[in-house]
Structures are given as C-alpha cells and as structure tokens.
C-alpha cells in the first residue's frame, strides 16, 4: 500500500484522525473533581529548573507547572490574557502597557506585583541566553503596583511571542534572593509547587493552594518521573503504573492505540525535524545543489520511517501557526521527489560526478537516527555520499554552535509567531544563522516583518519569506510529528500543547471509577 | 597494613588516572547545559566555566579535589547541585541489593547443579548441567534480559513494575521489580559456581576419606552432604567471592537494560553529562569498594583454609 | 572443541565472505518490505528500514571479530611484554608495572570498559581500547606469575651462565616455557571479548548505526521487541553462538595445554 500512497492522503488520513480524536476528549460533560495523584513519565531529566538560566528544552517543558507568563498562546497560537489581564500598543508602536492580575499569589504566599516583573527582565537581560527573543527591547518599568511598560527600540511584533515563549515565566524577586538561582528551586506563581526533586528519578509537586485560576488545579499532587526508557514507559502505561505520558517515539503508538484502558490524543506540534544545511561548506554553499537536495529527498518516506507516519509534511510555518500557513498548493510542489529534475540541478552547478559530505546524528534523538539512513540513501541517487555521523550530544552542541558540520540532522520545538521562528534561524547577521547563509533579500524581509504591526501586511511578509525559503533551501522541512499523548481513561480534563509545554496539568483531574 | 597502604597507593593513581581521562573528553558541562536552542555570547560561556573552576590550571583543579577527598569531601555535582555522597548513598543500595541477590541465584542455582552433576558423573544430567553452563558462560547478559521481558510480556502478559520502589518501601514490589535483572546477572556466575562445584567435588569424591565414609556404610546423601561438600566448599566459596566482584562489574549493563537507579547508571550518566565531580568521586568509591570486596575474600579464604596464607 | 572449531570457522568465514555470502548489502534499504516477517524473501526478516536481517548479521560478524581479535592481540602483547618483564627483571621495574596494573585492577572490568568507552566517546576504535585495556593488566599477571617461577629453575641459570644475554633469555627459553596458561588465557579471553563488544555496542558505545554489529542491532530492535521480535533475537544467536564457539576451543586447549588446571 506504501507505494501507492501519495503524500496528499497521507496528510489527509492524519487531519482525519485528529479530528476523530479531538471529539472523543471533551466527552460527557461531567464536573471535575478534586484530589489525588497524578502521575506522569517522560524520558529525559531537566537539567536545570531556572526559566532563566536554562536553555534546554526539558527546563522548558516543565517550567509552566511552576510558573506563568504573563500571555499564553492557546492551541491554535492566538494570545490570551495570563498573568496580565490587558494590554494596550501606544499608537507610534514603541510602548507596551500590560495591566497585571491583582492578588495573584507566588508558592511563597507573597503578592505577585509590577516590581517582580521588572525583576524577571532585568535579569533576563542581564543573565540569561534567552534574551535574544527580547532583543528589540529597550527596558521594562512599573507604571503603578498592577502595571508595566516594555519600551521598545523600534516597532516590536513578536513582543507577544516572546512573553508567551520559553523565556516568559515570571519569577519571584524574594525567591532569587533566597535561593540564589531557581535551578534546584522553584518559586513561581504556577499550579503546582515543587516538593522535591530526585534527579533522574522523580519530581513531585503539591498543588498551589493560592493559585489564581480558581479552583485548579484540580490533583493534590503531580508526580513527574524520568524513565529513561520509552519501552518501560509503554508498559507503564499499560500496567496502570503511570496515568500519563508524552510518546517521543510516535511508532508506540501502534503499540498503545488499542489499549482500552488508555486514552490516546494526537495532535499537531508547533516544531518540526530538518536537514540542517551549513550552506558555506564546499558544494553546499551552490543554491542549486541544496534545491538537488531538496528534491532529491522523499520526505513522506522519512515521515514514515522516523515517526511511523504519524504526522504531516510541513510548510516552514508549521500546522499550528495556522493564520501563517501557506496554502498547501505552494509549498508541496517544491516537495514532489524529483530525482532527475535534481540530478540536472546538480549537472548545472557542475557536480555530476556527485560529492561527499558528513551528515550529523545524535544517537540519542530518534527520529534523528531513524531519519539520517533514509535520507542518505534517497541523496545517494544523485551522486551525493551522505556519510552518517554519530556525535554524541554534548560534542554535537559545541560544533553545532561553532557551526563545524556540513550536514545535520536537527529538530526544534518551533516557535509560534513566524517573527521568531524565521529571524533567530535564518537572518544572516542578528539572529543565530542555523545554516551559515546569507540571502541580504531574506534578511531585509524578516527585518520589515518585525517592525510591521499590521497583521494583513505582516502575513503578507511572511508568505514571501516561506516561497523564499522553499526557493532558496536553507534547511530542509522534513516533516512535523504528531504529538501523541496517552492517558488512563480515567483521567479527564488532559490538554496537549502545540509546543509540548507541559500547560495541560493544571486542568487535569482524576475520575476514579 | 601492607594492604592497606598499597590500596591507598593504588586510589592515588586512580585518582589522577581518572581526573586526568575526564579532561581529555571533548565537550564540557557547559556545553551540555547550553543546549542547541540558545544563542550564547563567549562572555556566557567563560563565565560558567569561572563558576565550574574550569578556567584553573589542570593541577589546581586535582590538588582541591584530593584535598576535599582526604576530609572526606567527595565534592559537589555539576548538574543536581547535590553532594556527591548524598547521590551514592541513594543508589548504593540498589546495585547492592542486585549484586547480592545475583550472588544468591548464582549459588542456589550453581551449587545444587554441581553437586547434581558430579555425582551422576557422565549420565545424562552431567550432560545437560555441562551444556547448560556453557550456555550460561556464552548468553549475553543484556540479550537475556531482552528476551525475558519479551518471554514475560507477550507469552504471559506479565510484566514486572517499572517504577522503581526500595526495598523498604514495599519489600515484595521491589522483589518483583529485581527478580528478572538478579537472575540475568546471576547466570553467568551460576555456571561459574557449578562447574567449580563440580570439580571440586569430584576431587573430594575421589579422596580417602569419602571411600572411608561410604565403606563405613554412610548413605550416599549423608556422605555428600556432611562430608564432601563441607570439603568442597572452600573452593567454592572463593570462587562465589570473585564472583562478587565481577557481578559489581556486571551492574552497569543490567542497569541499564533494566533503567535500575543503580550505581552503575550514574557513573554512566555523570560521564555523559561531563559532570567532572559526580565521575570523578564516584569511580573511586567503586574502586574502594571493589578492593574492600576483594580484601574480605582473601581473609575469609584464609581463615576457611589455615593452609593458605596470603602473601604479595 | 571440535563443535566449537566448527562454530568459529563459520563465523570467521561470515567476517571473511561478507560480500559473497549475504544476500542484500547490509545497508540496502527496500521500502516495500519493512519490518517483514522471516521467510522466503528474507529468512530472518528485515527491520523498520527494510534492510535484511540475515544480512546485517553477515556484516556483524566482521565487526565483533575485528574487536576481538586487534583488542585481544593488543593485550596479550602489550601485558604479555609487560608480565614478562617485569617477571623476569624484577626489582624496581616489576614493582612499577605491578602498582600501575594494580589501578586497573582496582575497577571491575566491565565497568573499567564502559567508562573508558563513555569517556573517548562512542567508536569502534574506543571498543578496542576500553578491551584493550581491561585485558592488558589480565595478561601481565598470568604472564608474570610463571615467569617468576620459571626464573629460579637450574636451566635458566646454566643457560645465563654460559653468558647469554637478558633478552635472548627471557624470549628464547623462559618465554616457551610459560607460554601455555597464556594462550588459554588468550582463547577465554576472546570469547568474553566478543560479549564486551556486545555489551558496548548494545550501550551504543561501539560501532554506530547504520553500520551493523550485533550489540546496536540488538539496542536497535529493541523497541520493536513486540512488533518484530526477529530484529534482535538473530544477532543475539548469533552473538551467543560466537562466545560459545570461543569458549569451547578454550576448554578443549586447557585440556590439551595446561592438564593441572
């Protein structure tokens, strides 16, 4: 059936699935109720708890437990009043007032006001990587006990983003001063608090009784294990052991999606798995061998083999950043495999005798490990040897940031507003340059996106960056992964996050039957 | 006491051995608290590697460490910010437990089998036990492990818990969970026992005293029992000693398989996480343990055995 | 030892014949066939790529024996050099060499191989070396302890006496002399060889993926224990087959070399 199988219907089969799914959750309306333990597992330990100081993803994921932000971005990536209740945009577009929730109560019993939050981005101006979503901004200051204003150095549309990003928790002065750093601590405003913490075995959090969202969290107690392991965790599941885990390895599925004591949910993700290009390294720096590339990869096969097919082809704005999407009929033509429209590619900018090149893997990342062999044998079809390369993660961090490889295989949790997902990975100069390019058109482009505050003019923006960036390959858009989730069925009120965010436990609640 | 102090000697080397090794390995821990998703400034990266010391002189950073080590200071890990003793001691107890409960299955299932088999020398349960062991001696550790848990799941829809529990805590539960990996770790040492167990026995089988015993119109089972074994037994207590120390050994892979929060792990781990202190103050607690074991071995089989004295 | 030669001569064969015996490259990927079952097409199945097992198995076997064998030859020169040595010259020098083996010995050896892997980062090259290295020390002790013994014997002496020189000694009588519990040692050796490799490769610490051994097949089917249990229960055969194979050569050469043990 494989063969058969064009890409369209598999990206319909998944759009039909999901809807199935989505309607089964929010089944029979019955009232939440309160208590118990909730437990969950995931396969990695965070490294460090600090939102602040932490740039892993695994800090990320766990951060909104214990904090929030003052906006969160709702599944479908519009922007919802969090910490903050309002907001308002000066007219010349340099200053923005957000008004704060009143009696909202940090895990220290201490009253969250304007003060707090000056401290969060002073600090993270001073201290933390994270900045760099920030860096249009000029300052933060208190306009009264329950209100603040972030001026900025020039119009500033992914301000929003930013504060709904992995770098927008809101962190407790009084806690900082305490504790030093938030890395082994946790003092936030979030649902739950930390109780304690056994690196590489388990969290456990106790719900924050003076959270502000009355009535939740709905559980006494979360329970977050690191098993390391996903085929424990599979069993986990299935013996009861576990109420809930986030599948990183989507063939699993076909493992749990017939246990009637679970609840599977499946939907888009906000990230997506690429073939990071460095377009300075020999052949590659040649924009018609990396179009070669691009079409010489079948990126339906990979999707199957690295995430089961459990999952879609993806534009470079992804599935959930649905007012940014581009019509699939201009984006999939670049993605039809075409081995000999790339092998005259190739011919054109003198490479028929084909070249060798290095392609990255970290061995612990496994749509990375399943993904690199098919795509080196679909490039060897048009003369390209892709040798796989297996480096280890801390190693493959330092080349990666020394931008030492030719080709790698990468994944990012994505970034809900197209300002920055494109202008950290692609400007040639003041983002991070993922692929060592430089297209001076691109980065005028993604410049005028960030000043423009017009949402018609921006979306207009960014339809030309995406043709652009489809036309000029800088990192192939393998595919994104479903993110699947399984549960007991008897836990009710679970919610997925586009981004994987661990959002959805302060709505979580046990029915036990 | 000349032990003693040879052991010292020996941890000395170890010391600069292993603190020399884990320098040479590419990528620091600051490498691998950044992560891929981050834009960092040279200024960042030299700030935390001021913080770690990394920026000291190689000697300086091994001079602090041995000194912290001769108050009994093993340091402070990189990446939980815990005391590196705090961390041993929560592990020690499971690779402990696994270790003793693999030398158990080892003799229980080793020592009858030699027994068995020496004294229906050359019948057909020689033949199966000397087949067996040799099995036993060849199976990868971790394969059978494998296996197992493939046998268990889908034949008997049986799974042990995968969440950890400690002894203490709910002693049949952690039974369960340790039953599987023990037995793995335990085979290759069961076929070690047996076939020490019978050769020994053989050669007890053979002496004087045994024909002495049975002319003397002993039943067989008493002869073997009271007599031959009791003789052989100095042999294969040595021989369940060593084994203690490879099964120490062994740990690290049974671990793994089996995602235990075991000694092994964190070594393993700290090594990848490039925390320099966790490594470094772990692997010398296991030598110190490894080389206490092995002490206590000699001294049982020279008090076993008057004959024997140890010398080197 | 005859069942055990056998053994090994296929799969030495296996390592040697690759090219010829299998019937895919280890690497070809078939998009039509994956995870399929064993039978006609692939008789021992093919994996989430559509790569045939049978195959992978073939091209494993040149990687576990080329661990084996440069790790163990490695060891048994560098200690077996390193034994005699220090057996034979004693003093200062046997001193040394006995507190640097002494570090070593103080680390159980699996674990010794693990860390040593861990730390050079993941390899081939760091497979042999983390062996390498566990067995060095191994065979500096079963090479220096009848060295010792071999040394006090009248022959030696007379032979010394007639003015021959330390070194033509030392290789052209005491080394013949002892070389028996060394061999043993080497065959035994190697049979544990093969396993460690596994056990390496398993923890993805010797050769990567999509390059097959039998230890990264294993690792790699194991998540699909359930779905294609063929994946990793043929490499382990195969695995258990080779040790097996080595360890039964090494019993039947004790029998014949070193009777007394």
């Known amino acids: 059936m494989t063969a058969s199988l064009t890409r369209r219907q598999l990206l319909q089969a998944g759009g039909l699935t999901l809807g199935a799914l989505s309607l089964g959750r929010h089944a029979a309306g019955q009232a939440p109720k309160d208590g118990g333990t909730f437990t969950s597992a995931r396969t990695t330990e965070a490294t460090g708890l600090d939102p602040q100081l932490v740039p892993a993803f695994s800090r990320s994921a766990r951060s909104p437990m214990m904090y929030n932000q003052l906006v969160r971005f709702e599944p479908d990536m519009t922007p919802v009043p969090e910490l903050a209740e309002s907001w308002q945009v000066s007219s010349d577009g340099l200053q923005w007032t957000f008004k704060l929730r009143q009696g909202v109560k940090f895990h220290d019993g201490q009253e969250l006001t304007s003060a707090d939050v000056k401290f969060t981005f002073d600090r993270l101006f001073e201290k933390s990587p994270g900045k760099s979503d920030f860096i249009a901004v000029d300052k933060v200051e208190p306009s009264g006990k329950y209100a603040v204003k972030f001026v900025t150095k020039e119009p500033f549309a992914g301000l929003l983003a930013a504060l709904g990003g992995f770098w927008g928790f809101i962190i407790s002065e009084a806690g900082v001063k305490k504790h030093g750093d938030l890395n082994k601590a946790a003092v936030g405003t979030g649902p739950f608090m930390l109780e304690d913490w056994k690196v590489e075995q388990q969290m456990v959090l106790k719900k924050h009784a003076g959270y502000f969202k009355k009535g939740l969290p709905y559980v006494d107690q979360v329970i977050l294990r690191v098993i390391p392991d996903e085929a424990s965790i599979v069993a986990a599941l299935r013996t009861g052991q576990i109420h809930h885990a986030f599948i990183e390895d989507n063939k699993n599925n076909n493992l749990l999606k017939e246990e009637k004591s679970l609840t599977g949910y499946r939907s888009s993700r906000l990230g997506y798995d690429f073939l990071n290009i460095n377009a300075s390294r020999g052949p590659l720096k040649d924009v018609r061998v990396r179009q070669a590339i691009s079409y010489a990869v079948d990126r339906a096969q990979i999707l199957r083999v690295a995430a089961s097919g459990f999952g879609r082809l993806t534009a470079p704005a992804t599935a959930p950043m649905k007012q940014w999407q581009l019509p699939e009929e201009q984006w999939m033509k670049y993605y039809r495999p075409d081995v000999d429209k790339a092998k005259k590619l190739m011919a054109e900018a003198g490479q028929t005798a084909g070249f060798t090149v290095k392609l990255g893997v970290i061995p612990t990342f496994p749509t990375m490990v399943s993904g690199a062999p098919v795509v080196a044998a679909q490039l060897k079809r048009i003369g390209i040897t892709a040798e796989i390369e297996n480096v280890e993660y801390a190693v493959w961090i330092k080349r990666w940031l020394a931008k030492d490889f030719d080709m790698t295989m990468n994944t990012t949790p994505g970034y809900a507003d197209p300002d920055t997902a494109f202008f950290r990975a692609l400007h040639s100069t003041k983002g991070q340059n993922w692929n060592s390019w430089s297209v001076p058109e691109l980065d005028a482009l993604l410049e005028e996106g960030r000043r423009t505050m017009d949402q018609k003019k921006r979306k207009e923006i960014y339809d030309r960056v995406q043709i652009m960036i489809l036309e000029n390959v800088p990192h192939l858009w393998l595919f994104s992964a479903d993110t699947i989730d399984f549960t007991q069925a008897s836990v009710k009120g679970f919610r997925q996050h586009p981004t994987t965010l661990l959002y959805g436990f302060e709505g979580v609640w046990l029915d036990k039957a | ?312 | 030892m005859v069942v055990g030669a056998v053994f090994a001569l296929v799969i030495v064969g296996m390592a040697l014949f690759a090219g010829g015996l299998a019937p895919h490259p280890p690497d070809e990927q078939n998009f039509d066939l994956i995870e399929a079952k064993p039978g006609a097409h692939a008789l021992f199945g093919t994996d989430r790529f559509g790569r045939d097992v049978l195959s992978r198995v073939i091209y494993g076997a040149r990687i576990s024996l080329y661990v084996a064998v440069t790790s163990i030859a490695l060891a048994m020169l560098v200690g077996g050099a390193l034994g005699l040595t220090a057996g034979y010259a004693g003093g200062l020098w046997d001193n040394a060499i006995n507190r640097v083996m002494d570090i070593f010995f103080s680390i159980p050896g699996l674990l010794l191989a693990v860390g040593v892997a861990a730390m050079r980062g993941p390899g081939v090259n760091s497979a042999v070396v983390a062996i390498t290295i566990v067995y060095t020390p191994l065979f500096a002790r079963v090479m220096r302890g009848p060295v010792l013994a071999e040394r006090e014997k009248e022959y030696i002496e007379a032979v010394r006496a007639l003015g021959a020189g330390r070194l033509v000694v030392a290789i052209k009588h005491l080394l013949p002399n002892v070389l028996s519990p060394f061999v043993v040692q080497g065959t035994v050796a190697f049979s544990q060889a093969i396993l460690i490799e596994a056990s390496l490769s398993y923890l993805g610490l010797s050769a990567q993926p999509p390059t097959p051994s039998w230890g990264n097949m294993l690792n790699e089917g194991r998540t699909y224990l359930e779905t294609a249990p063929w994946i990793s229960v043929f490499p382990g055969v195969a695995i258990m087959t080779a040790v097996l194979a080595f360890n039964l050569i090494g019993d039947g050469l004790r029998d014949i070399l070193d009777p007394n043990a």
């Open chain 2, 1 to 312: 006491m000349v032990r003693l102090y040879s052991m010292a000697l020996t941890l000395l080397g170890l010391s600069l051995l292993v603190f020399l090794m884990l320098r040479l390995v590419p990528g620091t821990v600051v490498e691998q608290m950044i992560g891929a998703d981050a834009i960092v400034s040279p200024a960042m990266v030299a700030e935390l590697k001021r913080f770690f010391g990394l920026d000291q002189p190689w000697w300086r950073q091994y001079g602090l460490w041995v000194a912290g080590l001769t108050h009994g200071d093993l340091g402070t890990s990189w990446r939980t910010g815990k005391p590196v003793v705090a961390l041993i001691l929560e592990r020690l107890p499971v690779t402990m437990e696994l270790t003793a409960l693999a030398v158990a299955c080892a003799m229980v299932l080793g020592i009858p089998a030699g027994i068995l088999s020496a004294t229906r020398r050359d019948r057909a349960i020689d033949n199966i036990t000397r087949v067996g062991t040799l099995l036993g001696l060849s199976i990868p550790v971790f394969w059978q492990g494998t296996m197992l848990i493939l046998f268990f799941s889908i034949y008997l829809r049986w799974m042990p818990p995968v969440v950890w529990v400690d002894f203490f805590t709910d002693p049949r539960r952690n039974l369960t969970i340790m039953l599987l990996p023990a037995l793995c770790l335990g085979t290759a040492s069961a076929a070690n026992i047996a076939r020490t167990t019978r050769a020994c026995m053989l050669d007890v089988l053979r002496s004087e005293y045994i024909r002495t015993a049975a002319a003397k119109g002993l039943t067989d089972r008493v002869v073997i029992l009271k007599h031959a074994l009791k003789n052989a037994l100095i042999p294969i207590v040595t021989v369940a000693g060593l084994q203690m120390g490879i099964l120490l050994g062994g740990t690290v892979v049974v671990e793994e398989v089996f995602t235990l929060p075991g000694i092994g792990r964190l070594v393993l781990w700290a090594i990848y996480q490039r925390d320099y202190p966790l490594t470094q103050s772990t692997i010398l607690f296991i030598a110190v343990m490894f080389m206490t074991i092995n002490l206590a071995v000699d001294v049982l089989y020279g008090y076993l055995d008057p004959r024997i004295r140890y010398s080197a």
